[in-house]
């Protein structure tokens, strides 16, 4: 097993009572838009879902003026020839430009930010699946290739929170151990920090940077998380009620034959 260094950010949305935070959404939406998507895409996501309640919540005339700053190709006109028109918001975000891009609709939810110990999974009980972690980690993991590389020419960028990529074998021990966390990625560091400008002041560190887009594709992998922790939370609640009433109403039945 690949080891990796994840770190466990306090996002906004964890635990049964967490929420989204709306301005942070809306500045991973520019980061995403600004950096990520020359490569990857968003396929998945409609650019209406921009105004939906729990999510970036832009009003509607923004989320409309969003979706036709982009082009799609709409095989319908022309008598079927086809031509590009303007996005209307039922139109999908575009597909990854880049072949060996992924595309991140559901990355959050497809990779997992903790594990173990010891292949048990009792880490994603205690600190969550970790998803967003996982991307965030992996904007800031970035290192120099370390020395026992320094000969291997390898492809890509060493990131210690990668664990799908190349490894060396000059960085494996006799035992068969990775001497060094992570792997080779073949995606070149994309956020360094002051990367993009945010309207609402909000700091630009490639720490705070790499959590928004994080968040952001949170949100893209999990858009209804709020509806989904209201109903829990309703279903629970009501749940507690309801024990308390048979509770209740158990001993009312039984008093007369004690
Ligand atoms: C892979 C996020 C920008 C090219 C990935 C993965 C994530 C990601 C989560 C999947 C890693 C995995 O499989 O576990 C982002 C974010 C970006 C960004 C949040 C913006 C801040 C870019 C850009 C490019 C790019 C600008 C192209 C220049 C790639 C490629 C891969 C990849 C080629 C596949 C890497 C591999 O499997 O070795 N990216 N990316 N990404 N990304 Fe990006």
Same mark, same amino acid.
């Given at each position: 097993?690949?080891?990796?260094?994840?770190?466990?950010?306090?996002?906004?949305?964890?635990?049964?009572?967490?929420?989204?935070?709306?301005?942070?959404?809306?500045?991973?939406?520019?980061?995403?838009?600004?950096?990520?998507?020359?490569?990857?895409?968003?396929?998945?996501?409609?650019?209406?879902?921009?105004?939906?309640?729990?999510?970036?919540?832009?009003?509607?005339?923004?989320?409309?003026?969003?979706?036709?700053?982009?082009?799609?190709?709409?095989?319908?006109?022309?008598?079927?020839?086809?031509?590009?028109?303007?996005?209307?918001?039922?139109?999908?975000?575009?597909?990854?430009? !880049?072949?060996?891009?992924?595309?991140?609709?559901? /990355? &959050?939810?497809?990779? #997992? $930010?903790?594990? %173990?110990?010891?292949?048990?999974?009792?880490?994603?009980?205690?600190?969550?699946?970790?998803?967003?972690?996982?991307?965030?980690?992996?904007?800031?993991?970035?290192?120099?290739?370390?020395?026992?590389?320094?000969?291997?020419?390898?492809?890509?960028?060493?990131?210690?929170?990668?664990?799908?990529?190349?490894?060396?074998?000059?960085?494996?021990?006799?035992?068969?151990?990775?001497?060094?966390?992570?792997?080779?990625?073949?995606?070149?560091?994309?956020?360094?920090?002051?990367?993009?400008?945010?309207?609402?002041?909000?700091?630009?560190?490639?720490?705070?940077?790499?959590?928004?887009?994080?968040?952001? !594709?949170?949100?893209?992998?999990?858009?209804?998380? /709020? &509806?989904?922790?209201? #109903? $829990?939370?309703? %279903?629970?609640?009501?749940?507690?009620?309801?024990?308390?009433?048979?509770?209740?109403?158990?001993?009312?039945?039984?008093?007369?034959?004690?």
């Amino acid at each position: 097993e690949v080891e990796t260094e994840i770190e466990d950010y306090a996002f906004s949305f964890e635990g049964p009572f967490g929420s989204f935070d709306q301005m942070q959404l809306q500045r991973g939406l520019q980061v995403y838009t600004e950096i990520c998507s020359a490569c990857h895409g968003l396929e998945l996501v409609a650019f209406r879902n921009l105004h939906d309640e729990g999510g970036p919540g832009l009003p509607e005339d923004q989320m409309r003026a969003y979706a036709e700053f982009y082009e799609v190709f709409d095989q319908s006109l022309f008598d079927g020839e086809g031509d590009f028109r303007p996005a209307t918001p039922a139109d999908k975000f575009p597909s990854s430009s !880049l072949s060996n891009a992924p595309d991140l609709s559901l /990355m &959050a939810k497809a990779r #997992a $930010g903790f594990h %173990g110990p010891a292949g048990t999974g009792i880490n994603q009980l205690v600190k969550g699946m970790g998803g967003a972690e996982y991307i965030a980690s992996l904007m800031t993991g970035y290192h120099e290739e370390p020395e026992c590389a320094a000969d291997a020419n390898m492809d890509g960028q060493y990131n210690v929170a990668f664990a799908a990529g190349g490894f060396p074998a000059s960085c494996i021990d006799e035992h068969g151990h990775h001497m060094v966390p992570g792997s080779w990625i073949s995606m070149s560091q994309p956020l360094y920090g002051d990367d993009v400008e945010y309207a609402d002041g909000h700091s630009t560190d490639l720490e705070h940077v790499a959590q928004d887009v994080a968040a952001f !594709l949170m949100w893209t992998a999990e858009p209804k998380m /709020m &509806a989904r922790k209201q #109903a $829990g939370l309703t %279903g629970v609640l009501f749940l507690t009620v309801l024990t308390v009433l048979l509770y209740l109403t158990n001993k009312r039945l039984w008093a007369p034959h004690k």
